[in-house]
């Protein structure tokens, strides 16, 4: 996939609230080593890496263009590779995920296969989106739905690949409980984002949820998709003010 660091931080502003949050929620414990994945043009590794002096710090991301952004320069602690986190080595005391996760399937498998990178008395941290059944996720399967040809049948949310693998923030805390997870926080929240209109909605989605579908298409087919999305998104937004309920899901543990 081909991400656009300019557009996915057009709303900056609204997707560092719940990150602030997920920060929050850290103890302040001694970390060694800690990882950031999914850590993007690694705004959040850096917030970590300063909190965290004594801490070797990494940002692990496959998208070379948001790395390409992401600057370990000052913090010695910091540094930045490129992978997947499916292939994540080493031991860390510090797990870290803002806004990634979602893009990997099969969440208990998932916290499964990063616990065993997690030392003991270390703390897993990840916030993911849960907005998957808002409108502007269902038009966009729609959309895909009506392009089956152009994108082989893709979509991300549709019958084809199944339902979001974002879980409840109960099967989360269940999930760590039976991993021996202690000290479990598991929450919902809602960021409310006010959008102008149909458009503002399109601008939104353009950073993160059309990133697999145009990635897919050529750049003609992805103008008649945004054409035929942005559509769909007057009709259900036909006025100049969108109030976006952004819900998110964040959770924390500590291996016991
Ligand atoms: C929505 S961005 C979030 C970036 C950053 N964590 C933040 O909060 O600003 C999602 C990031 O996850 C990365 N990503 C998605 N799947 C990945 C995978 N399997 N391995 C490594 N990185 C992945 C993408 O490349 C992208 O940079």
Wanted: charge should be negative.
């Amino acid at each position: 996939m081909t991400w656009d660091p300019e557009q996915y931080h057009r709303h900056r502003e609204a997707r560092d609230a719940p990150a602030r949050d997920l920060l929050a929620l850290i103890p302040d414990l001694p970390y060694r080593d800690i990882v950031d994945l999914g850590c993007g043009t690694g705004e959040h590794t850096r917030r970590l890496a300063e909190r965290f002096p004594a801490a070797q710090v990494m940002g692990l991301d496959s998208s070379a263009e948001m790395l390409a952004r992401a600057d370990a320069r000052g913090v010695p602690n910091l540094q930045f590779e490129r992978g997947d986190i499916l292939d994540l080595g080493g031991e860390y005391d510090l797990l870290f995920s803002n806004a990634a996760l979602q893009w990997l399937p099969d969440h208990a498998a998932l916290l499964f296969g990063l616990w065993r990178h997690l030392r003991p008395g270390g703390v897993i941290a990840v916030q993911v989106p849960a907005n998957h059944d808002h409108g502007s996720h269902r038009l966009l399967t729609e959309t895909a739905e009506e392009f089956a040809a152009e994108l082989g049948g893709f979509t991300r949310f549709g019958t084809a690949q199944g339902a979001s693998p974002v879980l409840t923030p109960a099967a989360y805390a269940e999930t760590l409980d039976e991993l021996g997870g202690v000290d479990i926080t598991a929450i919902s929240k809602v960021y409310p984002v006010v959008l102008p209109g149909a458009e503002g909605v399109l601008d939104w989605t353009r950073g993160t949820a059309l990133v697999p579908y145009l990635s897919r298409l050529s750049a003609e087919d992805g103008e008649r998709f945004v054409t035929a999305y942005l559509g769909r998104l007057r009709e259900r937004w036909p006025g100049e003010r969108v109030f976006y309920a952004f819900t998110r899901v964040l959770f924390t543990a500590r291996r016991g």
